[in-house]
């Protein structure tokens, strides 16, 4: 069973120097090598968790990242949980989305997220919480290693 990186896209793929620059929607090619060569290193499968599934219909969302050099290790993306009793302005933590993918897919391997937010309950441990002013660094990438090499986590 290969590893899993949960991938969240802004923030991760990209940063907000690059984006003021090269524009919104846009991939940082420094910030994407280094998920490429994390991938490579740990033979790792992808689960999209990004905002960016609200948008963009799965099969396009990864021909789009595949299409920017991400190999196509693709096996799904978290649900879209409603916020139950909340207002629209409150949105379920990524953290229960993810859960809620590891339950429904009974995955029990090693995992690790790469996120720019902090809402990553009950899953926190595995967290490799990026900068959005850098996007995703050597040191994450790093991090993330260990978490998808080591079960202690």
Known sequence: ??????????????????????GFGTL??????????????VDADLVISSDWRFFHKY????RRLVSEGIPNRFVGSTPCLEAEGKTDDEIVPRGLEIDAW???????????????????????????QTDDNYGLLDRDVEQAISLLMCSSA
């Open 28 to 41: 940082d090619p420094a910030n994407v090598e280094k998920l490429i060569r994390l991938i490579q290193l």
């Open 102 to 128: 590891l339950k429904n897919n009974n995955f029990n391997g090693l995992f690790c997220i790469l996120d720019d937010r902090d809402d990553m309950e009950p899953h926190q441990g595995r967290l490799v």
């Open 59 to 62: 099969d396009v969302l990864c």
């Open 1 to 22: 069973m290969s590893p899993l990186i949960f991938l969240d896209i802004d923030g991760v793929l990209n940063n907000t120097p690059w984006m003021e620059k090269a």
